[in-house]
């Protein structure tokens, strides 16, 4: 199942943004989450529920999906998500809203409090603090330490990725979790090449790797002139609900008879339903 997924979901092929359906209907969703009241939080953002990986029972949010049981880390990554819509499209009085009950949400799950704590000590420059933080971190979500975006130059080829939560394309209750990630391939030569091939190394939570060859990249193999740039963006499914990618791109240079293929790096990124605590990560 899983490879099935990997293979269908990875192939490159460009995939749409968050649909406009989903902004025009947050502003009426997102009214029902309110957690000014930090006593009366858990019955305005969320109802009681059980997870499956034993930790405390928090279910859906009002709101949200209101069948169904989810982790309180996936109704942190779907409120996270709508405060960004929210802010994005100006409806700051229910940003503030979604931002509160997000702050509630960081008590109770313990990656969100650990990497709080982390980032505190390291304000603050308490290392011995910071490193027992990261050290517990490591312990039970080794995939937290890792950005979900990557920036590597190879040859004077620029590869920047970032990647993102799918929220409408997940399926939470059937264990599978879509991530879509953006790429930008910067040719910082005089020289233009062609993309040929790509690999991809695709680890999820549980330790399970896969990896995964296909020709070119966004359904094209794309020539990429001198100072200029190539863009494109893609989906992955996991089983889990964070895991990592890495990889490579194969090129030539086109400017000659008969050149000899290179590889490119793809630095490691993670694919994360929390998403990064920094919120000044360079998109692309």
Known sequence: MNSLLSAKACVGVRSPVIANSEERSTRRMMQNVNCRNSRNWRNVAVSCGSEKNGNDGIGASEGLDSGSFLSPSHNYAILKHRMEIAAKSEYYEEAARLRDSLKCFEDEVPVLRLRRLLKEAVADERFQDAAIYRDQ???????????????????GIRVQVKSAYLEGRSQPTEEVYFFEYK????NNTNRPVQLLRRHWIITDANGKTEN?????VGGEQPAIFPRSSFE??????????NG????????IHV???GPRAFNVAVAPFSLS???DDDEDVETI
């Open 212 to 216: 995964f060859w296909g020709i070119g």
């Open 183 to 186: 790429i930008r391939i910067t």
């Open 273 to 275: 339903l929390l998403g």
């Open 232 to 241: 494109f963006s893609s989906t992955c499914p996991l089983n889990a609900q």
């Open 137 to 155: 971190l490591k312990e039970i979500a080794p995939h937290s330490l890792l950005k979900c975006s990557s920036d590597s130059t190879t040859l």
């Open 255 to 257: 400017d000659r008879v």
């Open 244 to 251: 990592r990618m890495e990889g490579d791109f194969e090129l």
